[in-house]
């Protein structure tokens, strides 16, 4: 399979949750930094592991893994930042893969048989001949946090 001959293609960036190869398009993300200092905060929702300073800028460093109902991430050396293009939000990832060009015709909706905590934040599945990418929904991603961030400010 050919994924990236073709004028009708979607590029992705790849990064690994645990075992997991999953993906955002290349769209919806500034840039990738390598691991940097977290600062926790106090009474933060669970998947919220601090705040960065990011030349000059605070941000938000959520854990995906914890959304997606994984275990929650560890920071080591390895561990990479995605920073959103359009929030002042990123998410850490295990491992950063590769940036792949993929037609739209290789793409499939996610199956209805995928864990629900995976699978509402996801918004496609492309099967590559090694295994598969589920892509993650960064627009879902953001809204789940915005809506977290606004009920803790209600809580007394």
């Given amino acids: ?20 190869l999953i993906g955002i398009n290349i769209l919806d993300i500034r840039e ?19 705040l960065i300073s990011l030349r000059g800028q605070i941000l938000t460093i959520i854990d995906i893994g914890v959304m997606l109902g994984l275990e929650s991430r560890i920071v080591h050396s390895g561990t990479h930042i995605i920073i959103f293009k359009h929030k002042d939000a990123g998410f850490i990832v295990d491992q950063i893969g590769d940036v792949i060009g993929v037609d739209q015709k290789y793409i499939e909706s996610i199956p209805a048989n995928i864990n629900h905590d995976i699978q509402k934040y996801m918004e496609n599945i492309i ?22 961030d606004e009920t803790a400010k209600e809580s007394p």
């Fill in 1 to 20: 399979m050919d994924l990236s001959k073709s004028n009708n293609k979607s590029r992705y960036i790849t990064f690994r949750l645990a075992d997991n």
């Fill in 32 to 50: 990738i930094i390598p691991d940097i200092k977290i600062t926790k905060v106090q009474q933060a929702p669970e998947f919220v592991l601090g």
């Fill in 127 to 148: 099967n590559l001949p090694e295994e598969a990418l589920m892509i993650l929904n960064a627009e879902k991603v953001l809204s789940y946090t915005e809506t977290h």
